[in-house]
């Protein structure tokens, strides 16, 4: 798919952004409008925002990490080794600011028992690369518990994840299985997200397969519920909005299936806050708990990945100023 052009129109109650092409993206809350951050990016995975708003991006397949705001961006991680995986070139995959504003990510592509979970400071600077696991690598989602510390990992490739435990002097231990989810025919965790006392997985499933959102006891692993969410094909990355609500993007099994899906955290009830893109691949919600970026990843290897980003459509001033208007009428009479 490519769009020669793009416009964004208001027409019954839904949010339509148009394009020259087979499909086009739907916002299905007249609240939001859609906008472009950033395009030209390479099979873009995880993002996450910082305190201060800035955004980070994995820039995948051309082996970055990209921080930035208001469109400007700019490596501050490079090198990062890229492979090929199922015809995909990934390097980076997860990406978390933690709770103490420092970096986190995982790389992906390379052999099971290579792959590394890297600790960096919000510039790039390097805190820590956690030693690898034999039964670990794809790392495609990480979150750290901000009461504990506690780090958390999925393993796409292994169908496990991993916890690592602060040591006291600023780094991690060793990393060791917290859940084996093959064990629950639950393939390819990806997206995770920690909600109160449950660590919340989402599940990337076998290509096209409708899987969805697990829960495990966030202290013990125990899985809670293995269909918190279903029917989401490819789900790929988890973040939760001011008001506690759930975002999940949907990969899709074709071109234009991906979805951005609001979700309920009490009953794993799912609406569709952004539909018709080409293949949703990160998920981040900003420190105003409303505005959201969103990766569109396109068709791979194509270098076309965009960075989207949903805000509040501003409240129209048309209001007070007829309010102000009819006050002078009246009082003139």
């Given at each position: 798919m490519r769009c020669t052009s793009q416009s964004l129109a208001i027409a019954t109650g839904v949010l339509l952004l148009s394009a020259a092409c087979a499909h086009a993206q739907v916002v299905h809350d007249p609240s939001y409008q859609l906008s472009t951050e950033l395009t030209g990016l390479g099979n873009p995975q995880g993002i996450d925002v910082d305190a201060l708003g800035n955004v980070y991006v994995a820039d995948s397949s051309k082996g970055t990490i990209l921080k930035g705001l208001a469109g400007t961006y700019a490596p501050i991680i490079s090198g990062i080794p890229?492979?090929?995986?199922?015809?995909?070139?990934?390097?980076?995959?997860?990406?978390?600011i933690g709770p103490d504003q420092t970096l986190w990510y995982g790389?992906?592509?390379?052999?099971?028992?290579?792959?590394q979970i890297h600790h960096t400071s919000l510039d790039g600077t390097l805190i820590q690369s956690l030693a690898p696991t034999a039964q670990g690598g794809n790392w495609s989602g990480v979150a750290v518990d901000p009461g504990s510390g506690r780090l958390y990992a999925s393993s796409a490739n292994r169908d496990r994840i991993f916890t690592s435990d602060p040591t006291g002097s600023g780094s991690y231990g060793t990393l060791a299985e917290f859940a084996n989810t093959a064990s629950s025919a639950l393939t390819s965790p990806t997206g995770i997200l920690i909600d109160g006392d449950r660590l919340l997985v989402g599940y990337y499933g076998p290509w096209g397969a409708a899987v969805g959102i697990a829960s495990y006891d966030l202290a013990t692993g125990a899985l809670l519920d293995d269909a918190f969410v279903t029917e989401i094909p490819g789900l790929t990355a988890l973040d939760r909005m001011g008001d506690g609500r759930i975002l999940a993007t949907q990969f899709g099994a074709f071109e234009g299936d991906g979805v951005l899906w609001l979700i309920d955290p009490a009953t794993g009830e799912k609406t569709a806050l952004v539909s018709g893109l080409t293949s949703a691949s990160g998920v981040a919600v900003a420190p105003d708990g409303t505005t959201i970026y969103l990766a569109d990843m396109g068709i791979a290897n194509e270098g076309e990945g965009i960075l989207y980003k949903l805000t509040i459509v501003p409240a129209p001033a048309v209001l007070p100023v007829l309010l102000s208007a009819l006050v002078c009428t009246r009082r003139r009479r």
């Amino acid at each position: 798919m490519r769009c020669t052009s793009q416009s964004l129109a208001i027409a019954t109650g839904v949010l339509l952004l148009s394009a020259a092409c087979a499909h086009a993206q739907v916002v299905h809350d007249p609240s939001y409008q859609l906008s472009t951050e950033l395009t030209g990016l390479g099979n873009p995975q995880g993002i996450d925002v910082d305190a201060l708003g800035n955004v980070y991006v994995a820039d995948s397949s051309k082996g970055t990490i990209l921080k930035g705001l208001a469109g400007t961006y700019a490596p501050i991680i490079s090198g990062i080794p890229v492979s090929e995986f199922f015809g995909l070139e990934i390097g980076a995959l997860a990406v978390h600011i933690g709770p103490d504003q420092t970096l986190w990510y995982g790389e992906g592509g390379r052999s099971t028992g290579v792959e590394q979970i890297h600790h960096t400071s919000l510039d790039g600077t390097l805190i820590q690369s956690l030693a690898p696991t034999a039964q670990g690598g794809n790392w495609s989602g990480v979150a750290v518990d901000p009461g504990s510390g506690r780090l958390y990992a999925s393993s796409a490739n292994r169908d496990r994840i991993f916890t690592s435990d602060p040591t006291g002097s600023g780094s991690y231990g060793t990393l060791a299985e917290f859940a084996n989810t093959a064990s629950s025919a639950l393939t390819s965790p990806t997206g995770i997200l920690i909600d109160g006392d449950r660590l919340l997985v989402g599940y990337y499933g076998p290509w096209g397969a409708a899987v969805g959102i697990a829960s495990y006891d966030l202290a013990t692993g125990a899985l809670l519920d293995d269909a918190f969410v279903t029917e989401i094909p490819g789900l790929t990355a988890l973040d939760r909005m001011g008001d506690g609500r759930i975002l999940a993007t949907q990969f899709g099994a074709f071109e234009g299936d991906g979805v951005l899906w609001l979700i309920d955290p009490a009953t794993g009830e799912k609406t569709a806050l952004v539909s018709g893109l080409t293949s949703a691949s990160g998920v981040a919600v900003a420190p105003d708990g409303t505005t959201i970026y969103l990766a569109d990843m396109g068709i791979a290897n194509e270098g076309e990945g965009i960075l989207y980003k949903l805000t509040i459509v501003p409240a129209p001033a048309v209001l007070p100023v007829l309010l102000s208007a009819l006050v002078c009428t009246r009082r003139r009479r």
